[in-house]
C-alpha cells in the first residue's frame, strides 16, 4: 500500500499556503494606506469590523456549509461525470437562491437589524448592510470554487480564484476609499462590486462547463449533510463575533482590536491553506480504512499540528513591528495583543484534526451541541468581562471558547473511530504553549514590561517546543537538504 509522499503533500500544502494568504497579505498591505490622520481611524476600523459581522453571516447563510458538503461529496461523485456535473451547478444555485432569499429578508427588517448598534453610523443599515450582504454572497460562491479545484488538485485554478478575488477586491476597496467615501462606506461598497466580478466570473465558468442544474436528490443528500454543520457555522459565527459586539460601544477599543483579529484572520485563512492540503489526504486514507491507514492520518497530523505552530511562531514578531512602524493613529496598540490572539490558533488547529474524523463518518450532528455549549460559555464570558476589562476580557473568552471545543471534539472523536494520537506533539505541548504565553502576558502587564520582551519569549517557547518534540524529524529534513 502506497504510504504518504511526503514531497508531494508539502509542494501542495506550500502551493495552498502561499496562495490562500495572498487575499489577507493584500489587506494588510494595504491599511497603511488607508489608515491615518487625514483617512482611516480606529473608530472606521470599528465600523469595517461590524459591516465583516454582517457579510460573516451572509456567507454563513448563503454558503448553508457547501463547502465541506463538496469536500465530503466529491469523493461520491468524482467518478460520474453526470454526478459531478449536477453536484457543482447544484451547489452554486443553491448559493444564489439562498442569497437572493437573504437580501429580500435584510430589506423587510433593515430597521430592527440597524438598532441593535449603539454608533450612530451603524444604526442606518441601509446604506452599507445590503452591500456587506452581497460580499458574503460573493464570497460563499468563490470559497465553494476554491475548495472545489483543491479536491481536484487543479491548482492553477484555485491559484486564479483566490488571486482573482485578492486583486480585484483590494482594487476596487482602494477606488471606493479615495474616489467615493473616506470612510466604511467605500470600504464595503468597494468590497461589493470587486467580489462581484470575481464570482461572475466563476459563475459563468462553472456553468458553462456542467450546465445549468438542480438535482434535487443530490441537494437534499448534501442538505441533509450540511445541516448541523450550518448550525454549527452560526454558532461559530457568534463565537467569532460576540466579543466585537459587546465591545461596539467602545468604538476605539473595538477598532484596536479589529485590527489585531484582521491580523489574525490573514493567520486564519493561511491556517485553511494548511488544512485544505491535509484533508483530501486524511479522507482518502479514512477511505481505504481507518484501522489500516491509521499511522499515515497521525502523521498529517503531527504535521499539521507543527507547521501551525511553526507559523504562529514566525509571525508574532513580524507583525507587531508592522504595526508599531507603519501605522499612525491609536490602531497600532493592535501590537500589544498580536501573541496572545494568535497563539489561539493553535487549540484551533487542534480542533480542526480532532473534527475530521466526525466530518468523514457524518456525525455531524455533534457539533451543534458542542458550539451551542461553547458560544453560552462565550457569552456569559463576553458580558462579565468586557466592560471591566476590554480587549482582555475578549481574549479570555475566546480563549476558553477554544479549548472546550478542542476538549469536546477529542472526546467524541474517539468514541466514534478510535486513533492513538501522539498527544504529546497533538494536545499536550501545543496547551502547554498556550499557557506559557498567556502567563507571560500577565508577567508583561504586572510589571509593566516592554511588549517586545514577553514577545521574544512566546516566540521561544513555541520554537523549543517544536524542536523538541520534532528533533528527529529536523535533523532528518536537515540531512536530506
Known sequence: MRSINVKEYLKLSLIYTAVAAVPPVIQVLIQPVIEGNSRLNAIDFAQIGMAEMVTSLAFTISLFAMGNAISRFFYDVNDDKKGYNGLVSSVFSSILLRG????????????????????????????????????????????????????EKRVRAFIIVNLATALVRTGFQLIGLFYFDMSFLGYVYGSAVGSSFVSAGVLIYSYRQSGFRYDRSMVASMNRFAWPLFQYGLLAWGLTF??????ERFPSDLG??????????????????????????????MKAGINKRGDDIKSMSNMLMAQSQAIVALMILPV????????????????????????????????????????YEKKTKFFFYLNLVTLSVNVMLNFLLIPHLLIYGAVISIMVSDILQVMGAYYYAQRIAPIRWNLWKLMYSPLICVIAV?????????FDLNLYITAVASVMVLLSSLVVLYRREIVNLIRRI
Open 100 to 151: 437572493l432569499f437573504l437580501l429580500l429578508l435584510a430589506f423587510v427588517f433593515r430597521n430592527y437589524i440597524g438598532s441593535l448598534f449603539t454608533q450612530e453610523r451603524l444604526r442606518d443599515f441601509s446604506t452599507y448592510g445590503f452591500a456587506a450582504i452581497i460580499t458574503g454572497i460573493n464570497r460563499s460562491i468563490n470559497i465553494s470554487a476554491a475548495t472545489l479545484y483543491r479536491n
Open 320 to 359: 507587531m513591528l508592522y504595526l508599531t512602524f507603519f501605522y499612525e493613529t491609536d490602531v497600532r496598540y493592535a501590537s500589544a495583543f498580536i501573541a496572545l490572539i494568535f497563539i489561539r490558533y493553535l487549540p484551533r488547529t487542534q480542533y480542526v484534526i480532532f473534527s475530521f474524523v466526525v466530518y
Open 242 to 247: 460576540a466579543d466585537k459586539y459587546f465591545l
Open 438 to 446: 498567556v502567563l507571560l502576558e500577565l508577567v508583561k502587564e504586572y
Open 256 to 285: 484596536i482590536y479589529f485590527t489585531a483579529v484582521n491580523f489574525a484572520m490573514g493567520m486564519q485563512i493561511i491556517m485553511q491553506g494548511l488544512q485544505g492540503a491535509t484533508q483530501p489526504e486524511i479522507f482518502r486514507f
